[in-house]
């Protein structure tokens, strides 16, 4: 396509002008102080940017159309209802499932009997068992496009503080789950779950750096099979612009180890809404968050996005809560443009340098953390765990003051509104004493002290 005249008329104006120009509209105040800030992680924002800022650099952004899959999750205890819950889900747009399975002992046949029409299937349990999630892997490849089984034992350590069974052993299950998965196997068998980071309080670049010290445990671990990708199941928060830069970055991130290894498969990723801005009060809310977060994770490149019901802090699952959640996704992809088929971002100069940036300091954090011994050796000194924690209290310290706003909690609250009646399920971090191996990372949500205050003060 020829490229339009429209602009032929009109001269180029340089940065340097137009700062010039920004300058002269202060009236004397600093630029830098009053105009650019700068992101928790460290990244400086500046009002506009143009070509210059990438001059002499090889461009990220290049347009890549990437079909993306509306997923839901299915939490599985006994096959035959959630074999019928996942026939019931596939004639209302649902292309992707994920198979949340508690009980190892259910019949892969009839979980997935009849089940067809999905571009992608995903599973994650609770226990590993070496039989039925080998059954689950033959019986699902011949019928999906795409399997992904998200084996993470380093992931239940870091959220349970325990290993499945032993890190010897649960290692040397997954190594022989990868070695009699077929051939013609299409998906990803490891997972590495870092939602987890996102929802204890990590940052985004300390989330990208510790996503790819996890992935670089088990690409250790297995290179007897490159050709296997790994799924990195991420949490969209709620900056617009810097979430969509997290997902290209990932990628971005991800090609460069993979180099190392010799893989050329691309990884496979999956998205869902932070728990960590979420909140009870001003519930409404929730549904503009994760409409934006959906929305940021479909721009960045994500696989398959799964939303969460806007309902989902205190009510127990239910059929209208999982319909507002699966509809926003239907909106997007059918009646937005949100389809995949072109891709808007390619080519903006501000996401490309936060792309740019946060790939930056994630593969320098990356690179400390393997001089340091790896992932696993700074989980086992509670590294991870104090950084992260680190992170939340700083958030934390800016929620309170204002700095980090949730409309409807922390600013401009109802105080007439009542939750104490509706809460069917508790929505807060509860202790589970427990003997473990080391600290495990605790998700947490911002205006969980404060939600508590307000229940305690209702009449």
């Known amino acids: ?12 104006v ?16 600093d630029y830098n102080d009053t105009l650019v800030w700068e992101s928790p992680e460290g990244i400086k924002v500046k009002p506009f940017y143009s070509n210059e800022d990438h001059k002499d650099r090889q461009r990220l952004l290049k347009a890549a159309p990437r079909p993306w899959s509306i997923g839901e999750t299915i939490s599985v205890t006994e096959a035959l209802t959630g074999n019928q819950k996942a026939l019931e889900l596939i004639p209302k747009g649902i292309d992707s499932i994920r198979f949340a ?9 009839a979980l997935l ?6 571009k992608s299937v995903y599973f994650s349990f ?34 349970e503080g325990n290993w499945f069974f032993g890190k010897d052993k649960d290692f040397a299950f997954c190594d022989g789950i990868a070695t009699s998965a077929p051939k013609e196997f299409n998906g990803s068998l490891f997972s590495v779950d870092a939602a987890l980071y996102q929802n204890s309080g990590a940052d985004r670049v300390q989330e ?18 490159p050709e296997r990708r790994i799924t990195f ?18 990628r971005l991130l991800w090609r460069t180890l993979a180099k190392d290894y010799g893989i050329a498969a691309d990884c496979h990723i999956t998205a869902e809404p932070s728990k960590r801005n979420k909140t009870v009060y001003a519930y409404n809310t929730n549904m503009l968050r994760t409409t934006t977060e959906c929305m940021s994770a479909i721009l960045g490149g994500a696989d398959t996005v799964f939303n969460s019901p806007y309902d989902t802090l205190y009510h127990k699952r239910n059929a209208f809560g999982d319909r507002i959640a699966r509809n926003q996704l239907l909106l997007l992809k059918h009646e937005s443009f949100f389809d995949g088929s072109y891709d808007p971002v390619a080519g903006n100069h501000y996401l490309e340098t936060l792309v740019r940036q946060m790939a930056e300091k994630a593969l320098l954090l990356f690179k400390q953390i393997e001089a340091s011994g790896g992932f696993l050796k700074q989980l086992n000194d509670h590294t991870i765990q104090r950084k992260i924690a680190e992170s939340a209290q700083k958030s934390q310290k800016r929620f309170h003051t204002e700095e980090e706003l949730l409309v409807g909690t922390n600013r401009y609250a109802a ?22 191996l080391l600290p495990p990372l605790v998700p947490k949500r911002l205006s969980e002290a404060l939600e508590q205050e307000r229940l305690q003060q209702e009449q």
Do not use: C
């Open 1 to 12: 396509m020829e490229p339009s005249p429209l602009f032929d008329d009109f001269d180029a």
């Open 14 to 29: 340089s940065a340097k002008a137009w700062k010039q120009k920004i300058q002269y509209g202060l009236k004397g105040a």
């Open 101 to 109: 399975v508690a009980d190892t002992t259910l019949t892969a046949k």
């Open 113 to 118: 009997k009849n089940i067809t029409a999905l």
């Open 126 to 159: 609770d226990t590993l068992s070496q039989e039925p999630i080998q059954q689950i892997a033959e019986i699902a490849q011949k019928q999906f496009p795409q399997v992904h089984l998200q084996l993470d034992p380093i992931g239940n350590l870091a959220r």
């Open 208 to 225: 990208l750096a510790y996503a790819l010290s996890h992935a670089n445990e088990y690409l250790l671990r297995s290179a007897r099979h």
């Open 233 to 250: 199941r991420m949490a969209i928060g709620g900056n617009y612009f810097f979430e969509i830069a997290k997902f290209r970055a990932l």
């Open 415 to 436: 105080q007439q509104e009542r939750m104490k009646g509706e809460l069917e399920v508790y929505p807060f971090v509860q202790k589970r004493p427990r003997k473990t």
